[in-house]
């Protein structure tokens, strides 16, 4: 009787498990979020202190762009960004929980902020692109993965 011998090829290399690949992309998913937190947390606080600027310093604070669409007075803008700074600010170390709650609210302020910072673009358009940038990193984070889960 004759034995077949085993084949002497190269082997090919054991796929990489599904269940890493997803664990690293959830790590990376949960540190995006804890940066998102964070991020509301201080952009919220930051969002507020313009705003108040805005209230306070109104006319002198604003660039004036004689030919923009969308016109809006110191004071509407100032109570704006107070409104979106504070409520991020509060929502900001919620998410850290992992409430639900607390990650749509956060979605829907970075969603608000990011809408008032393009209209806010002609006035300051390295930091409006610059706040904009991270209102999509919030997003993106918070919508990927629940901080409770892990």
Do not use: C, K
Not at 23 to 39: D, H, I, M, P, W
Not at 84 to 97: E, H, K, M
């Amino acid at each position: 009787m004759a034995r077949s011998r085993p084949a002497t090829g190269p082997r090919p290399a054991p796929a990489r498990p599904v269940r890493e690949t997803r664990r690293a992309r959830t790590l990376l998913a949960a540190g995006a979020s804890t940066f998102a937190a964070t991020v509301m947390l201080v952009a919220g606080l930051f969002q507020f202190v313009e705003g108040l600027v805005t209230l306070v310093d109104g006319p002198t604070f604003l660039v004036r762009t004689p030919s923009y669409v969308f016109t809006f007075n110191a004071t509407a803008w100032g109570w704006f960004h107070m409104v979106i700074g504070l409520g991020a600010a509060v929502a900001g170390p919620f998410i850290f929980t992992g409430n639900l709650v607390a990650r749509s609210a956060g979605i829907a302020l970075a969603v608000l902020s990011a809408l008032a910072n393009f209209l806010w673009l002609p006035s300051y358009p390295v930091w409006a692109i610059v706040v904009i940038a991270l209102d999509v990193i919030v997003i993106w984070a918070l919508s990927t993965v629940d901080l409770g889960e892990l």
